[in-house]
Protein backbone atom coordinates (compact mmCIF):
# COMPACT_ATOMS: atom_id res chain seq x y z
CA UNK A 1 0.00 0.00 0.00
CA UNK A 2 1.90 3.11 -1.11
CA UNK A 3 1.32 6.13 1.16
CA UNK A 4 1.21 10.03 0.77
CA UNK A 5 1.27 12.53 2.73
CA UNK A 6 -1.83 14.73 2.87
CA UNK A 7 -1.02 18.45 0.80
CA UNK A 8 -3.35 20.22 3.16
CA UNK A 9 -0.80 19.83 5.52
CA UNK A 10 1.33 22.97 5.80
CA UNK A 11 3.80 21.91 7.92
CA UNK A 12 4.85 19.15 5.23
CA UNK A 13 4.60 21.74 2.68
CA UNK A 14 6.94 23.86 4.24
CA UNK A 15 9.60 20.84 4.62
CA UNK A 16 9.60 20.36 1.40
CA UNK A 17 9.88 23.64 -0.08
CA UNK A 18 13.01 23.72 2.82
CA UNK A 19 14.48 20.56 1.73
CA UNK A 20 14.74 21.89 -2.27
CA UNK A 21 16.24 25.28 -0.97
CA UNK A 22 18.34 23.53 1.05
CA UNK A 23 19.27 21.16 -1.85
CA UNK A 24 20.80 24.17 -4.29
CA UNK A 25 22.19 26.07 -1.59
CA UNK A 26 24.38 22.97 -1.07
CA UNK A 27 25.30 23.21 -5.14
CA UNK A 28 26.21 27.42 -4.70
CA UNK A 29 28.60 26.48 -2.09
CA UNK A 30 30.80 24.16 -4.51
CA UNK A 31 31.87 27.51 -5.87
CA UNK A 32 32.73 28.93 -3.18
CA UNK A 33 35.85 29.88 -1.06
CA UNK A 34 37.22 27.28 1.40
CA UNK A 35 36.46 29.45 4.57
CA UNK A 36 33.42 29.96 3.42
CA UNK A 37 32.37 26.31 2.34
CA UNK A 38 32.91 24.97 6.18
CA UNK A 39 30.66 27.58 7.81
CA UNK A 40 28.08 27.08 5.19
CA UNK A 41 27.74 23.32 5.55
CA UNK A 42 28.16 23.70 9.06
CA UNK A 43 24.56 26.05 8.60
CA UNK A 44 23.49 23.53 6.05
CA UNK A 45 23.58 20.07 8.18
CA UNK A 46 21.89 22.44 11.44
CA UNK A 47 19.70 23.11 8.88
CA UNK A 48 19.03 19.54 8.15
CA UNK A 49 18.82 18.81 11.68
CA UNK A 50 15.82 21.17 12.26
CA UNK A 51 14.09 20.32 8.69
CA UNK A 52 14.24 16.48 9.77
CA UNK A 53 12.47 17.09 13.21
CA UNK A 54 9.73 18.66 11.53
CA UNK A 55 9.32 15.84 9.01
CA UNK A 56 8.76 13.61 11.94
CA UNK A 57 6.74 16.38 13.16
CA UNK A 58 4.46 16.35 10.11
CA UNK A 59 4.28 12.99 9.75
CA UNK A 60 2.72 12.33 13.30
CA UNK A 61 0.70 15.17 12.37
CA UNK A 62 -0.79 14.25 8.85
CA UNK A 63 -3.17 10.98 8.40
CA UNK A 64 -1.94 7.84 6.65
CA UNK A 65 -4.31 7.40 3.16
CA UNK A 66 -4.32 4.88 0.43
CA UNK A 67 -3.87 6.21 -2.72
CA UNK A 68 -6.65 7.02 -4.70
CA UNK A 69 -9.07 5.65 -1.88
CA UNK A 70 -12.43 7.64 -1.17
CA UNK A 71 -12.95 9.36 1.98
CA UNK A 72 -15.60 6.55 2.76
CA UNK A 73 -13.15 3.56 2.03
CA UNK A 74 -10.83 5.15 4.17
CA UNK A 75 -13.29 5.62 7.36
CA UNK A 76 -13.89 1.97 6.34
CA UNK A 77 -10.24 0.94 6.23
CA UNK A 78 -9.37 2.63 9.76
CA UNK A 79 -12.45 0.87 11.31
CA UNK A 80 -11.65 -2.79 9.83
CA UNK A 81 -7.36 -1.81 11.11
CA UNK A 82 -9.11 -0.88 14.46
CA UNK A 83 -11.22 -4.31 14.94
CA UNK A 84 -8.07 -6.06 13.81
CA UNK A 85 -5.88 -4.53 16.64
CA UNK A 86 -8.72 -4.88 19.15
CA UNK A 87 -8.63 -8.15 18.02
CA UNK A 88 -4.76 -9.34 18.41
CA UNK A 89 -4.48 -6.86 21.26
CA UNK A 90 -7.71 -9.11 22.94
CA UNK A 91 -6.08 -12.36 22.09
CA UNK A 92 -2.98 -11.75 23.22
CA UNK A 93 -4.18 -10.22 26.93
CA UNK A 94 -5.93 -14.48 27.10
CA UNK A 95 -2.66 -15.88 26.15
CA UNK A 96 -0.48 -13.62 29.04
CA UNK A 97 -3.53 -14.76 31.39
CA UNK A 98 -2.87 -18.43 30.38
CA UNK A 99 0.45 -18.05 30.65
CA UNK A 100 1.11 -15.79 33.75
CA UNK A 101 -1.64 -17.27 35.62
CA UNK A 102 -1.48 -16.17 39.06
CA UNK A 103 1.42 -14.13 38.26
CA UNK A 104 -0.79 -11.61 36.32
CA UNK A 105 -2.80 -11.45 39.16
CA UNK A 106 0.28 -10.98 41.40
CA UNK A 107 1.41 -8.18 39.79
CA UNK A 108 -1.95 -6.38 39.73
CA UNK A 109 -2.57 -6.50 43.47
CA UNK A 110 0.89 -5.45 43.99
CA UNK A 111 0.87 -2.61 42.01
CA UNK A 112 -2.39 -1.56 43.74
CA UNK A 113 -0.74 -1.86 46.96
CA UNK A 114 2.46 0.23 45.90
CA UNK A 115 -0.11 2.80 44.84
CA UNK A 116 -2.31 2.93 48.13
CA UNK A 117 1.11 2.45 49.77
CA UNK A 118 0.72 -0.32 51.89
CA UNK A 119 3.80 -2.54 50.78
CA UNK A 120 4.82 -4.02 53.67
CA UNK A 121 2.19 -5.70 54.68
CA UNK A 122 1.98 -9.68 54.60
CA UNK A 123 0.14 -10.54 51.14
CA UNK A 124 1.35 -7.88 49.13
CA UNK A 125 5.12 -8.98 50.21
CA UNK A 126 3.88 -12.25 49.15
CA UNK A 127 2.44 -10.90 46.09
CA UNK A 128 6.18 -9.43 45.37
CA UNK A 129 7.81 -12.32 46.04
CA UNK A 130 5.90 -14.44 42.97
CA UNK A 131 7.42 -11.63 40.78
CA UNK A 132 10.62 -12.47 41.34
CA UNK A 133 10.19 -15.58 39.52
CA UNK A 134 8.34 -13.52 36.65
CA UNK A 135 9.19 -14.20 32.53
CA UNK A 136 9.80 -10.64 32.40
CA UNK A 137 12.95 -8.77 33.67
CA UNK A 138 11.68 -5.82 34.58
CA UNK A 139 9.32 -6.95 36.84
CA UNK A 140 11.47 -9.02 38.35
CA UNK A 141 13.58 -6.19 38.90
CA UNK A 142 10.96 -4.04 40.29
CA UNK A 143 9.89 -7.06 42.54
CA UNK A 144 13.43 -6.69 44.24
CA UNK A 145 13.53 -3.86 44.71
CA UNK A 146 10.12 -3.56 46.38
CA UNK A 147 11.30 -6.28 48.74
CA UNK A 148 14.64 -4.54 49.99
CA UNK A 149 12.65 -1.60 49.93
CA UNK A 150 9.88 -3.38 52.27
CA UNK A 151 12.99 -3.90 54.95
CA UNK A 152 12.99 -5.97 57.67
CA UNK A 153 9.42 -6.52 57.53
CA UNK A 154 10.09 -9.07 54.00
CA UNK A 155 12.43 -11.14 56.00
CA UNK A 156 9.79 -13.84 56.16
CA UNK A 157 8.76 -13.95 52.93
CA UNK A 158 12.09 -13.91 51.74
CA UNK A 159 13.03 -16.78 53.98
CA UNK A 160 10.50 -18.81 52.52
CA UNK A 161 11.51 -17.71 48.77
CA UNK A 162 15.10 -19.45 49.27
CA UNK A 163 13.57 -22.83 50.78
CA UNK A 164 11.25 -23.21 48.54
CA UNK A 165 12.14 -20.97 44.98
CA UNK A 166 13.14 -21.86 42.11
CA UNK A 167 16.81 -20.78 40.68
CA UNK A 168 15.74 -17.06 39.80
CA UNK A 169 13.62 -16.78 43.10
CA UNK A 170 16.31 -18.20 44.88
CA UNK A 171 18.82 -16.10 44.12
CA UNK A 172 17.01 -13.15 44.18
CA UNK A 173 15.51 -13.52 47.43
CA UNK A 174 19.05 -14.13 48.73
CA UNK A 175 20.28 -10.96 47.81
CA UNK A 176 17.03 -8.99 48.61
CA UNK A 177 18.26 -10.30 52.54
CA UNK A 178 21.51 -9.21 52.20
CA UNK A 179 20.52 -6.17 51.61
CA UNK A 180 18.55 -5.51 53.98
CA UNK A 181 20.94 -7.42 56.70
CA UNK A 182 23.36 -4.42 55.85
CA UNK A 183 21.29 -1.84 55.55
CA UNK A 184 21.00 -1.44 59.52
CA UNK A 185 22.39 -2.42 62.77
CA UNK A 186 22.47 -6.18 63.53
CA UNK A 187 19.87 -6.04 65.98
CA UNK A 188 17.35 -4.27 63.47
CA UNK A 189 17.16 -6.54 60.80
CA UNK A 190 14.23 -8.41 61.25
CA UNK A 191 16.11 -11.80 62.61
CA UNK A 192 18.06 -11.81 58.49
CA UNK A 193 21.14 -13.11 59.71
CA UNK A 194 19.38 -15.49 62.07
CA UNK A 195 17.40 -16.83 59.02
CA UNK A 196 20.48 -17.38 56.83
CA UNK A 197 21.90 -19.37 59.51
CA UNK A 198 19.19 -21.49 59.51
CA UNK A 199 18.80 -21.72 55.90
CA UNK A 200 22.59 -22.70 55.98
CA UNK A 201 22.34 -25.23 58.60
CA UNK A 202 19.00 -26.53 58.08
CA UNK A 203 18.75 -26.89 53.87
CA UNK A 204 20.30 -28.36 51.21
CA UNK A 205 21.51 -28.05 47.47
CA UNK A 206 21.08 -24.32 46.14
CA UNK A 207 19.68 -22.98 48.87
CA UNK A 208 21.72 -23.95 50.87
CA UNK A 209 24.55 -22.97 49.45
CA UNK A 210 23.33 -19.21 48.75
CA UNK A 211 22.87 -18.88 52.52
CA UNK A 212 26.04 -19.49 53.56
CA UNK A 213 27.31 -17.01 50.25
CA UNK A 214 24.91 -14.68 51.93
CA UNK A 215 26.12 -15.31 55.09
CA UNK A 216 29.83 -14.29 54.08
CA UNK A 217 29.17 -11.28 52.98
CA UNK A 218 26.59 -10.08 55.82
CA UNK A 219 29.59 -10.99 58.07
CA UNK A 220 32.29 -9.70 56.32
CA UNK A 221 30.27 -6.35 56.17
CA UNK A 222 29.30 -6.04 59.68
CA UNK A 223 33.32 -6.37 60.36
CA UNK A 224 33.87 -3.90 58.58
CA UNK A 225 31.02 -1.71 59.67
CA UNK A 226 31.69 -2.43 63.29
CA UNK A 227 35.18 -1.13 63.36
CA UNK A 228 33.98 2.51 62.22
CA UNK A 229 30.98 2.43 64.29
CA UNK A 230 32.75 1.24 67.47
CA UNK A 231 35.88 4.27 66.95
CA UNK A 232 33.16 6.80 65.63
CA UNK A 233 31.91 6.63 69.33
CA UNK A 234 35.38 6.59 71.24
CA UNK A 235 35.80 2.84 71.11
CA UNK A 236 39.03 1.89 70.75
CA UNK A 237 39.54 -1.09 68.32
CA UNK A 238 43.20 -2.16 67.27
CA UNK A 239 46.76 -2.80 67.46
CA UNK A 240 48.07 -1.58 71.16
CA UNK A 241 49.77 -2.48 74.15
CA UNK A 242 47.97 -4.62 76.26
CA UNK A 243 49.32 -5.35 79.84
CA UNK A 244 47.85 -8.04 81.64
CA UNK A 245 49.68 -9.71 84.96
CA UNK A 246 52.05 -6.59 84.98
CA UNK A 247 52.90 -8.13 81.56
CA UNK A 248 53.08 -5.87 78.47
CA UNK A 249 52.59 -6.75 74.38
CA UNK A 250 51.50 -5.49 71.64
CA UNK A 251 47.71 -7.33 71.17
CA UNK A 252 44.73 -6.90 69.28
CA UNK A 253 42.73 -4.71 71.82
CA UNK A 254 39.05 -3.33 72.34
CA UNK A 255 39.21 -1.40 74.82
CA UNK A 256 35.89 0.74 76.47
CA UNK A 257 36.74 3.49 78.49
CA UNK A 258 36.64 6.88 78.97
CA UNK A 259 36.57 7.87 75.64
CA UNK A 260 33.34 6.08 75.12
CA UNK A 261 30.41 8.51 74.32
CA UNK A 262 28.54 6.33 76.61
CA UNK A 263 26.09 5.23 73.50
CA UNK A 264 24.90 1.79 74.43
CA UNK A 265 23.13 0.73 71.18
CA UNK A 266 26.69 1.09 69.56
CA UNK A 267 28.13 -1.57 71.33
CA UNK A 268 25.96 -4.27 69.94
CA UNK A 269 28.75 -3.71 67.22
CA UNK A 270 31.08 -5.87 69.43
CA UNK A 271 29.78 -9.10 68.49
CA UNK A 272 31.08 -8.11 64.94
CA UNK A 273 34.50 -8.04 65.93
CA UNK A 274 35.80 -11.03 64.93
CA UNK A 275 39.72 -11.43 65.43
CA UNK A 276 40.29 -9.88 69.19
CA UNK A 277 40.95 -11.71 71.58
CA UNK A 278 41.44 -9.14 74.13
CA UNK A 279 39.14 -6.35 76.11
CA UNK A 280 39.92 -3.72 78.99
CA UNK A 281 36.68 -2.03 80.34
CA UNK A 282 37.31 0.85 82.69
CA UNK A 283 36.09 3.51 84.67
CA UNK A 284 32.29 4.09 84.26
CA UNK A 285 31.98 1.62 81.99
CA UNK A 286 31.97 -1.14 83.97
CA UNK A 287 28.75 -2.09 84.68
CA UNK A 288 26.17 -4.95 83.86
CA UNK A 289 24.70 -3.10 80.32
CA UNK A 290 28.33 -3.24 78.72
CA UNK A 291 29.83 -6.51 79.81
CA UNK A 292 26.95 -7.79 78.70
CA UNK A 293 27.53 -6.51 75.06
CA UNK A 294 31.63 -7.19 75.61
CA UNK A 295 31.08 -10.82 76.45
CA UNK A 296 29.62 -11.01 72.87
CA UNK A 297 32.92 -10.66 71.03
CA UNK A 298 33.64 -13.78 69.22
CA UNK A 299 37.28 -14.48 70.28
CA UNK A 300 37.26 -12.70 73.91
CA UNK A 301 39.63 -15.17 76.34
CA UNK A 302 41.17 -12.23 78.22
CA UNK A 303 39.21 -8.91 80.26
CA UNK A 304 40.65 -6.65 81.92
CA UNK A 305 38.09 -4.46 84.58
CA UNK A 306 40.17 -1.70 85.96
CA UNK A 307 39.27 1.65 88.05
CA UNK A 308 35.90 0.66 88.99
CA UNK A 309 33.62 -0.54 91.37
CA UNK A 310 32.30 -3.68 90.63
CA UNK A 311 29.05 -4.67 91.28
CA UNK A 312 27.02 -8.00 91.71
CA UNK A 313 25.32 -7.97 88.71
CA UNK A 314 28.48 -6.74 86.58
CA UNK A 315 29.95 -10.35 87.01
CA UNK A 316 26.81 -12.04 85.66
CA UNK A 317 27.54 -11.91 82.31
CA UNK A 318 30.60 -13.19 82.46
CA UNK A 319 28.84 -16.85 83.27
CA UNK A 320 27.22 -16.67 79.63
CA UNK A 321 31.04 -17.37 78.05
CA UNK A 322 31.78 -20.90 77.17
CA UNK A 323 35.78 -19.94 78.60
CA UNK A 324 37.75 -17.05 79.27
CA UNK A 325 41.25 -17.60 79.76
CA UNK A 326 42.28 -14.70 81.93
CA UNK A 327 40.50 -11.92 83.99
CA UNK A 328 42.23 -9.62 85.83
CA UNK A 329 40.75 -7.44 88.74
CA UNK A 330 42.99 -4.16 88.12
CA UNK A 331 42.68 -1.43 91.05
CA UNK A 332 38.97 -2.34 90.76
CA UNK A 333 37.20 -2.76 94.36
CA UNK A 334 35.75 -5.86 95.40
CA UNK A 335 34.10 -6.86 98.59
CA UNK A 336 34.36 -10.44 100.05
CA UNK A 337 31.43 -11.47 98.67
CA UNK A 338 32.70 -11.02 95.39
CA UNK A 339 35.15 -14.02 96.12
CA UNK A 340 32.18 -16.49 95.54
CA UNK A 341 30.85 -15.10 92.35
CA UNK A 342 34.52 -15.14 91.05
CA UNK A 343 35.26 -19.08 92.04
CA UNK A 344 31.95 -19.82 89.63
CA UNK A 345 32.97 -17.99 86.69
CA UNK A 346 34.73 -20.52 83.77
CA UNK A 347 37.91 -19.45 83.81
CA UNK A 348 40.67 -21.48 82.38
CA UNK A 349 44.22 -20.19 82.83
CA UNK A 350 44.79 -17.15 85.45
CA UNK A 351 43.06 -14.72 87.48
CA UNK A 352 44.67 -11.67 88.91
CA UNK A 353 43.86 -9.13 91.80
CA UNK A 354 45.98 -6.57 91.91
CA UNK A 355 44.68 -3.30 93.92
CA UNK A 356 41.38 -4.65 94.85
CA UNK A 357 41.14 -4.62 98.29
CA UNK A 358 39.82 -8.07 98.71
CA UNK A 359 41.80 -9.81 101.61
CA UNK A 360 44.87 -11.81 100.90
CA UNK A 361 42.99 -14.34 103.11
CA UNK A 362 40.34 -15.38 100.29
CA UNK A 363 42.42 -14.75 98.32
CA UNK A 364 43.97 -17.93 99.77
CA UNK A 365 40.60 -19.71 99.66
CA UNK A 366 40.34 -18.84 96.05
CA UNK A 367 43.65 -20.87 95.35
CA UNK A 368 41.81 -23.64 96.92
CA UNK A 369 38.63 -23.40 95.52
CA UNK A 370 40.34 -23.51 91.86
CA UNK A 371 43.17 -25.54 92.65
CA UNK A 372 44.00 -25.41 88.58
CA UNK A 373 44.08 -21.69 88.11
CA UNK A 374 46.64 -19.83 88.35
CA UNK A 375 46.20 -16.86 90.91
CA UNK A 376 48.22 -13.43 91.45
CA UNK A 377 47.40 -11.96 94.12
CA UNK A 378 48.75 -8.22 94.48
CA UNK A 379 47.90 -5.55 96.73
CA UNK A 380 48.86 -3.00 93.60
CA UNK A 381 51.99 -1.21 94.25
CA UNK A 382 54.27 -1.21 91.17
CA UNK A 383 57.83 -0.93 90.73
CA UNK A 384 58.46 -1.05 86.79
CA UNK A 385 61.51 -3.68 86.30
CA UNK A 386 61.69 -6.65 84.38
CA UNK A 387 64.47 -8.67 85.32
CA UNK A 388 65.93 -12.74 84.12
CA UNK A 389 66.92 -14.91 86.94
CA UNK A 390 70.61 -15.56 86.10
CA UNK A 391 72.61 -17.96 88.45
CA UNK A 392 70.50 -16.88 91.63
CA UNK A 393 70.66 -12.99 91.13
CA UNK A 394 67.86 -10.97 89.67
CA UNK A 395 69.57 -8.39 87.27
CA UNK A 396 67.49 -5.75 86.41
CA UNK A 397 66.97 -6.18 82.15
CA UNK A 398 64.67 -3.24 81.43
CA UNK A 399 63.14 -0.20 82.85
CA UNK A 400 59.55 0.75 82.31
CA UNK A 401 58.93 4.32 81.34
CA UNK A 402 57.09 6.40 83.78
CA UNK A 403 57.79 3.55 86.55
CA UNK A 404 58.90 4.28 90.06
CA UNK A 405 61.89 2.37 89.16
CA UNK A 406 62.88 5.21 86.32
CA UNK A 407 61.92 8.08 88.65
CA UNK A 408 64.40 6.42 91.12
CA UNK A 409 67.24 6.11 88.92
CA UNK A 410 67.64 2.16 88.94
CA UNK A 411 69.37 1.35 85.55
CA UNK A 412 69.93 -2.06 83.31
CA UNK A 413 72.60 -3.95 84.81
CA UNK A 414 71.72 -3.29 88.34
CA UNK A 415 71.08 -6.38 90.09
CA UNK A 416 69.28 -6.47 93.21
CA UNK A 417 69.89 -7.75 96.41
CA UNK A 418 67.24 -6.83 98.61
CA UNK A 419 63.65 -5.53 99.24
CA UNK A 420 63.34 -3.65 102.51
CA UNK A 421 64.18 -6.50 104.52
CA UNK A 422 63.52 -9.24 102.71
CA UNK A 423 66.22 -10.95 100.21
CA UNK A 424 65.88 -11.31 96.65
CA UNK A 425 67.64 -14.31 94.43
CA UNK A 426 65.19 -14.47 91.78
CA UNK A 427 62.42 -12.31 90.21
CA UNK A 428 59.86 -13.95 91.53
CA UNK A 429 61.16 -12.58 95.23
CA UNK A 430 61.14 -9.01 93.94
CA UNK A 431 57.29 -9.57 92.59
CA UNK A 432 56.17 -11.15 95.75
CA UNK A 433 58.05 -8.91 98.17
CA UNK A 434 56.34 -5.90 95.83
CA UNK A 435 52.81 -6.95 95.83
CA UNK A 436 52.65 -6.87 99.95
CA UNK A 437 52.53 -3.16 99.25
CA UNK A 438 50.43 -0.56 97.56
CA UNK A 439 50.93 2.60 95.61
CA UNK A 440 51.94 5.40 97.55
CA UNK A 441 53.94 2.65 99.81
CA UNK A 442 57.80 3.63 100.31
CA UNK A 443 60.26 0.68 100.37
CA UNK A 444 63.91 0.51 100.32
CA UNK A 445 66.23 -1.01 97.58
CA UNK A 446 69.60 -2.73 97.77
CA UNK A 447 71.25 -3.41 95.25
CA UNK A 448 74.64 -3.73 93.26
CA UNK A 449 76.14 -1.89 90.26
CA UNK A 450 79.32 -2.62 89.06
CA UNK A 451 80.28 -4.48 91.80
CA UNK A 452 78.89 -1.88 94.38
CA UNK A 453 77.02 -2.35 96.93
CA UNK A 454 74.24 1.09 96.62
CA UNK A 455 70.72 1.27 97.89
CA UNK A 456 67.69 3.80 97.56
CA UNK A 457 64.41 4.60 98.98
CA UNK A 458 61.45 4.92 96.17
CA UNK A 459 57.61 5.00 96.50
CA UNK A 460 55.86 2.40 94.46
CA UNK A 461 53.26 3.95 91.83
CA UNK A 462 49.98 2.39 90.16
CA UNK A 463 51.00 0.18 87.69
CA UNK A 464 49.14 2.08 84.71
CA UNK A 465 50.85 5.37 85.74
CA UNK A 466 53.74 3.87 84.92
Known amino acids: MSVFIDPVNTHAESAIHSSQSLIRRMFRIVDCSEPFKKRSLIVVLASF ?17 ATGSSPAAQDAT ?13 DRKSQDRKSQGHGQNATDQAEVAEGQDSGSSA ?53 AMIEIAISVPPREDGGAYERL ?42 LAEFSIGAQSRQRMLVEVGDNWNQDIKVLQWLAWVDGYDNARVEGRSVRLEV ?35 TLEFQYSRLEESHGDLIAALPL ?62 LMRGDIITMID ?13 INEHVPGDSVEVQYQRGGEDQSLSLKLRRYQES
Open 197 to 238: LELSSQSVGRPASMARNALSEVKEFRSQQAKKSLARAGVFVG
Open 348 to 409: RTSLILMGTGLSEQRADRLKEELPGLQIQYRRGGFLGVMCIDNFDVCEVTGIQEGSAAEAAG
Open 49 to 65: FCLGSAVIESLKAAPLQ
Open 78 to 90: KVEDEGSQDNQSQ
Open 291 to 325: IREVVKMPSLRSLILADAEIRDDALDPLNELKRLD
Open 421 to 433: DREIKHFRDLQNA
Open 123 to 175: PILEQWVLQLGHENYLRRERASRQLIKAGPAAVGVLSDAVRLGDLEVVERAAA
